[in-house]
């Protein structure tokens, strides 16, 4: 019964904090830059909304914030963060309670049904049903037996709706450092490089061939939003990425004294490797892999990659060559094969 006490929690308080005329005078003279936008943000509200668990057999969120609610503290760790890393008390070094005058924290448990089952989803990846027809469809959920993610996916949406900026956290079934998928807002791709991750991936969230994705429901409703994936379900650092990559994201929402971010204690050759996604290839009839593609291998333009029935075999098609991101170890005819992407 633990796991039901996951399903909604719910931190912080609303401040309905007000500007003073000392914040209005300093928001006014501020130059346009992107911060400026991040406290224009700010001032007016702050919620953030932290999901988790969107796919039921990816424990690494789950187990993160039930690290961060025990100590009662956000972590420092880096990109390279181990698993015997949070055993250091010194690492958790701000109270959790320091955030609550500037913050309101909610985390959300995507598809409790799925985690206490052990499997990504019940009846349909519930990652794929935040397109607003699908998600007014009670018709077609009703005949393919998908109710139960339906009603989930309608209050993901309404949390995210009163969200000021969210964060999705997942894993995923390859051996890879965690990498961020911002949306295709400035402010995501801003706040996604300043976290602990390897890789940043512009654009790829909204190129699922499906569509309706939560950072597809974020953009729609202009709520700032970043998935990250912490790395292989079960690797042993995996749990270790995802409280670093949370603790960064809440800590990077509250000024500091100066009143400026907090930019974290990340080393210029700690920044992450950005890249623009370009496109998905689909699986069709007869896909196979001419190789192994590691994730996030590049391979130059006109390298055979995979083959299938319509297409024979597909080359690399990007000027330049291009990276491979979440190439699929187990292909589904009609889902995502891989997506093409460009360093930038
Ligand atoms: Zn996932």
Redesign the pocket.
């Known amino acids: 019964m633990e796991k039901v006490e996951w399903i909604e929690l719910f931190l912080g308080m609303d401040h309905g904090k007000s500007l003073s005329s000392v914040e209005c005078e300093s928001r006014a003279s501020m130059t346009g830059t992107l911060n400026l936008c991040f406290l224009d943000k700010l001032l007016k509200t702050c919620r953030s909304l932290v999901s988790l668990h969107?796919?039921g057999n990816?424990f690494c969120g789950v187990e993160a914030i039930r690290l961060i609610l025990q100590k009662h503290s956000l972590f420092t760790g880096d990109v390279n963060v181990r698993a015997e890393n949070l055993s250091c008390d010194t690492r958790w070094n701000r109270p959790i309670e320091s955030l609550f005058d500037d913050l309101t924290i909610e985390f959300l448990v995507g598809n409790p049904a799925a985690l206490e089952k052990n499997t990504?989803f019940l009846k349909r990846n519930l990652?794929r049903l935040f397109d607003i027809h699908t998600l007014c469809d009670d018709k077609r959920a009703e005949n393919e037996g998908y109710r139960y993610e339906l009603q989930r996916a309608r209050i993901i949406t309404e949390s995210i709706r009163n969200a000021d900026f969210v964060l999705d956290v997942?894993?995923?079934s390859s051996n890879v450092g965690s990498f961020a998928l911002p949306s295709s807002m400035d402010l995501s791709e801003e706040l996604a490089e300043k976290l602990p991750v390897k890789y940043v991936i512009e654009s790829l969230a909204h190129m699922t061939l499906e569509g309706g994705t939560t950072l597809d429901c974020a953009l729609l409703h202009d709520v700032p939003s970043v998935c990250v994936?912490c790395g292989q379900h079960s690797h042993p650092d995996v749990v270790a990425r995802a409280v670093a990559v949370i603790s960064s994201f809440l800590s990077l929402q509250v000024l500091n004294e100066a009143g400026s971010f907090n930019e974290g204690e990340s080393k210029q050759s700690d920044k992450p490797i950005v890249m623009r996604c370009e496109f998905a290839e689909r699986v069709s009839c007869g896909f196979e892999w001419l190789n192994q593609f590691p994730e996030f291998s590049f391979v130059p333009e006109h390298t055979p990659v995979f083959r299938d029935n319509d297409r024979g075999d597909v080359e690399c098609p990007i000027k330049g060559g291009a990276f491979i991101v979440m190439p699929s170890s187990s292909p589904v005819i009609g889902e995502e094969a891989l997506f093409w992407a460009s360093a930038k």
């Open positions: 969107r796919h990816e990504r990652n997942h894993s995923c994936e």
